[in-house]
């Protein structure tokens, strides 16, 4: 089997959506993110299937990756890393309620939210960014397709202009590097990661 042409095709995709990208959101999100972190909020970051992995990367690379060169850390938690905590909310409430649960009683003033939804219509996410929004906490939206509702919700949307979920899930872990990189240099005077 020759897959050449599919995977050009593939590649020449998501060169096309990385084209269309709105930098200016980009820049939105490193400097809310920054804004957050000096101000020693925590930012609150979910997604289901891949998005949640995604998230869990997020996680990672604020909490360890940037933050183990500067003063002030980034404060990330990531709401479906817990098991045990997702399983007893989906059982006794709902699923849809698994990241509004959460943030209750937790979510305070200075913290932000970062919701991520291929669709931009995931029902749990949108949940959680509803409570956030109610209270005047701000949200980034991480999304894909046409946005759905996460994107007419979120403060600061940035958004893959494409129909297709890995695309939208590759573009998603594009903003994660690229903003790690950025803070990478900026933040800890460092090039390149290790």
């Known amino acids: 089997m020759d897959y050449t042409k599919d995977i050009q095709d593939y590649i020449a995709l998501e060169i096309e959506v990385l084209k269309q990208l709105d930098v200016g959101q980009l820049n939105a ?12 909020g925590r930012i609150y970051i979910c997604g289901n299937g891949g998005s949640a992995a995604t998230a869990s990367h997020f996680q990672n690379d604020f909490n360890k990756g940037v933050s183990e060169y500067i003063e002030v850390p980034f404060r990330f938690h990531c709401l479906n890393d ?15 309620e698994v990241f509004r649960f959460q943030l209750r009683g937790n979510l305070e003033p200075n913290d932000l939210l970062v919701a991520i939804s291929g669709s931009g219509n995931s029902k749990n996410v ?7 929004k109610s209270l005047g ?16 919700l979120a403060d600061i949307s940035l958004h893959a202009p494409v129909q297709s979920m890995q695309v939208t899930e590759d573009i998603h872990m594009i903003f994660d590097h690229l903003m790690m990189s950025m803070f990478y240099k900026y933040l800890c005077g460092k090039e390149h990661l290790k």
């Open 29 to 40: 999100a490193l400097n809310l993110l920054d804004e957050t972190r000096l101000k020693k």
């Open 137 to 152: 906490n701000k949200v980034i939206g991480l999304t894909g397709y046409s946005g759905g509702k996460l994107k007419e």
């Open 82 to 96: 817990n098991m045990a905590t997702i399983m007893a909310i989906a059982n006794d409430i709902g699923y849809e």
């Open 126 to 132: 949108l949940n959680a960014v509803d409570y956030a």
